[in-house]
C-alpha cells in the first residue's frame, strides 16, 4: 500500500468508528482537494453500518482513480517533418531544467532526435545546468548570450532543429513566479514567436510542478494555463514523498493531465505517467 493510502489506513485502523472530520481533513492534507474530499466523505458516510480502514482507502483509491484521465498518448513527431515544439514551463525551484533533460533522453530512447534551447537567460546557473546535462547525454543544445532575448533563442534554436531535422525542439523556460505579470507576458512572446514558425507550434507545453508543493500548485497552474494553455504536467519529487494528490484536483478543475513524472536524480528516473500505477504504487 503506498504512502498516501498507507498513511490513511494507519490512521484510521486505530480508530473504533470513522471520525468524518478527521477523515475530510486527512484527504484535503493528501492534497486531493476540498471538493473531492468532502465527495468521498459523504459517500462513505452514507453507506451506514460499521466501516474499516480498509473501507476508507478502497474508496478513496476508487475516487482518486475516477478522476484521472487514462493513459496520455505518447509524445510524436510531427508527420510533415517540422520539429514537435515543447515549452517547459514553471516556478522556480520544481526540478524543471531537470526534467528538460530528462524528457530529452526519454525521447532519444524512443528513437527520436532532440534540440535543446536555454531559453533561461537570466539564471546563468540554469543554463550551465542544462548544457552540463546535454553533454552528458550527447543531446545538441543552443544557448544565447546572458540577458539575451528568450523568444529569440527559441527562434534560433527552431531554425537549428529545422536545418537539422530534429524531430523535437525542447525550451527550457526561465522560471517565474505565476504573479509577475511581465514574466507571463515574456511566456506569451515565446509562444507567439515560435508559433509564427509553425501555426501549430508549440505542440505541447508542459507545466513542472513539485509534488510537495501542495495546493500552491493548483493556482500555479491556474495562472500559467491563462497565459499558455498548458497540455500537460510534469510532477517532480514523488520518490518517498507521500504526496501527489495535487494532480487530481488540477486535472478536475483544468483538465489537464500529468504526462510524465520525475522519482529521483538521475536521467533514468523519470518516467510517462500511469495512472493505474500512480494510485497502486506512488500515491
Not at 24 to 45: F, M, N
Not at 85 to 110: C, D, F, P
Not at 129 to 139: C, F, H, P, T, V
Not at 151 to 179: P, S
Request: glycine letters at 8%; one cysteine or more; charged letters at 25%.
Amino acid at each position: 500500500m503506498a504512502g498516501f493510502f498507507k498513511n490513511l489506513f494507519n490512521r484510521f485502523s486505530s480508530q473504533p468508528e470513522i471520525d468524518w472530520d478527521d477523515l475530510e481533513a486527512s484527504l484535503i492534507t493528501g492534497d486531493l482537494g476540498p471538493r473531492l474530499a468532502v465527495e468521498i466523505t459523504d459517500t462513505l458516510k452514507n453507506r451506514g453500518g460499521k466501516l474499516k480502514a480498509d473501507d476508507v482507502v478502497k474508496e478513496a483509491r476508487a475516487r482518486v482513480r475516477a478522476n484521472l484521465p487514462g493513459a496520455s498518448a505518447p509524445l510524436a513527431p510531427q508527420a510533415n517533418g517540422m520539429p514537435t515544439v515543447i515549452l517547459m514551463v514553471g516556478v522556480n525551484g520544481t526540478g524543471k531544467t531537470t526534467s528538460t533533460a530528462k524528457l530529452a533522453q526519454h525521447l532519444t530512447q524512443q528513437g527520436h532526435t532532440v534540440q535543446l534551447a536555454a531559453a533561461d537567460t537570466f539564471r546563468a546557473a540554469a543554463v550551465e545546468q542544462l548544457e552540463a546535462w546535454s553533454q552528458r547525454l550527447n543531446i545538441p543544445l543552443l544557448k544565447g548570450a546572458p540577458n539575451a532575448d528568450p523568444a529569440a533563442v527559441c527562434f534560433d534554436a527552431w531554425q537549428k532543429a529545422v536545418r537539422e531535422k530534429r524531430d523535437f525542439l525542447i525550451c527550457d523556460t526561465a522560471g517565474r513566479l505565476h504573479t509577475k505579470h511581465n514574466l507571463m507576458e515574456e511566456l506569451k512572446k515565446i509562444r507567439r514567436v515560435v508559433g509564427r514558425q509553425d501555426e501549430t507550434a508549440p505542440h505541447e507545453v508542459l507545466l513542472v510542478v513539485d509534488a510537495t508543493t501542495g495546493s500552491n500548485a493548483l493556482q500555479q497552474a491556474r495562472e500559467f494555463h491563462k497565459a499558455v494553455p498548458l497540455t500537460g504536467l510534469i510532477v517532480t519529487k514523488l520518490d518517498g514523498s507521500g504526496k501527489g494528490g495535487i494532480l487530481v484536483p488540477i486535472y478536475r478543475e483544468l483538465e489537464v493531465p500529468t504526462r510524465f513524472v520525475g522519482l529521483g536524480e538521475t536521467a533514468d528516473a523519470f518516467r510517462p505517467f500511469d495512472p493505474d500505477q500512480f494510485v497502486n504504487e506512488l500515491l
